[in-house]
């Protein structure tokens, strides 16, 4: 049994930061265990043209520990006033690596989201043509659907006529959580690949009505069955490249989760790494985390893999039971449990 792990710096390619005084409390978590990250969009107001993209990175990096070497990488959000031009100048940028599209009203912040992928076809055939990547929340909003099943409808009346479509687009299948996902990305060329949470790997349904609704435990996608878990860890420790490292760490103060309308998402920041390493080590994988959190994502984003490396050692440790943020706190994923894996200072 080994004690150290040191791997490849890796990368979070899905993460949410916020904005505004809040950054000094979030990114040093992200900014000590990854060397870049896929900025989410999805502020108010939407991050939607590149100068956009330019300023919220400004602040970002402004937020960055000294010690830290950290590299932002940003993204726009998708609308139905997204323009060709728009996506050029993206690309032409040096800055914004992806676009973002969310349906209207799936998550957090996706009101200015698109209604019919349909309509923004010619924007994507453009994205296509520039080799900019499209990354989905794979969730359709009928409310004839049942929640848990948003995602293989999305599939079928969604991502597979993308596929048919636009096949020159590359597309990132954010946050997959469905046995169904996981076997469109290994029958579909290397275009398609698949982000993974830490909280989908972890966890099932179960976790969200465990001692009472749990709050904490809510996001989107929501947490599925065992059987689609279990789906998701023998993918991701399968060594397969099209899968990859995205946290979806997204905070949220605790009183806008703890109320009548609780926000979705889980914070995971803080011990993103160890969670994976815990995963990993329990799947009896642990010598293919460095492919999953290092290198799948960069070759897949056409991106240089990184040189510098962290150490994770064997030490038992307790999540804190709550974070700062700023005016107020956050719960964050596994708060008050005893984690076997942290980053070596």
């Known amino acids: 049994m080994t004690d150290t792990l040191t791997i490849t710096r890796p990368d979070d390619w899905h993460l949410h930061l916020r904005d505004g005084k ?6 040093p978590h992200t900014a000590r265990r990854f060397a870049r990250a896929i900025v989410m969009p999805n502020l108010k107001p939407p991050v ?4 956009q993209a330019v300023a919220y990175r400004e602040r970002i990096l402004a937020a960055v520990p000294k010690d830290c070497s950290f590299e932002p990488l940003m993204t726009l959000y998708l609308t139905e006033r997204t323009s060709a031009g728009d996506i050029r100048q993206a690309s032409a940028s040096g800055v914004v690596q992806a676009v973002k599209y969310y349906p209207a009203g799936a998550t957090t912040n ?6 019919d992928l ?5 924007v994507l055939e453009v994205m296509a043509e520039e080799n900019l990547p499209l990354l989905v929340h794979g969730e359709v909003v009928d409310p004839q659907v049942d929640v848990f099943d948003r995602e293989a409808v999305f ?3 969604v991502l597979l006529p993308l596929l048919q479509q636009i096949p020159g687009l590359r597309i990132v299948f954010e946050h997959i959580t469905t046995a ?3 076997t469109l990305v290994r029958d579909t060329p290397r275009r398609l690949g698949a982000t993974i949470t830490p909280q989908h790997l972890l966890m099932n349904r179960n976790a969200l009505f465990k001692g009472g ?3 904490h435990h809510y996001c989107l996608p929501v947490l599925k069955r065992e059987s689609h878990r279990k789906a998701l860890v023998e993918a991701a420790t399968s060594g397969d490249p099209r ?32 969670l994976y390493a815990q995963v990993f080590e329990q799947a009896g994988a642990l010598d293919r985390l460095e492919a999953f959190a290092s290198f799948h994502g960069p070759d897949f984003y056409g991106l240089a893999r990184n040189s510098d490396s962290i150490t994770l050692q064997r030490s038992s440790w307790t999540v804190p039971e709550k974070l700062r943020f700023g005016d107020g706190e956050l719960v964050p994923l596994a708060a008050g449990e005893t984690l076997t894996w942290k980053l070596k200072s």
């Open 243 to 274: 899968f990859f490292l995205g946290t979806d760490s997204a905070p949220h103060a605790r009183s806008a989760k703890e109320n009548g309308c609780g926000c979705a998402g889980m914070y995971s920041a803080h011990a993103a790494i160890e």
């Open 22 to 27: 809040v950054l000094t409390d979030i990114v």
């Open 110 to 115: 996706s009101d200015a989201g698109v209604t």
């Open 180 to 182: 169904e996902a996981v």
């Open 155 to 157: 599939i079928e009346r």
């Open 118 to 122: 349909t309509r923004v076809y010619p």
């Open 213 to 215: 609704i749990s709050p």
């Open 48 to 51: 939607v043209t590149v100068d």
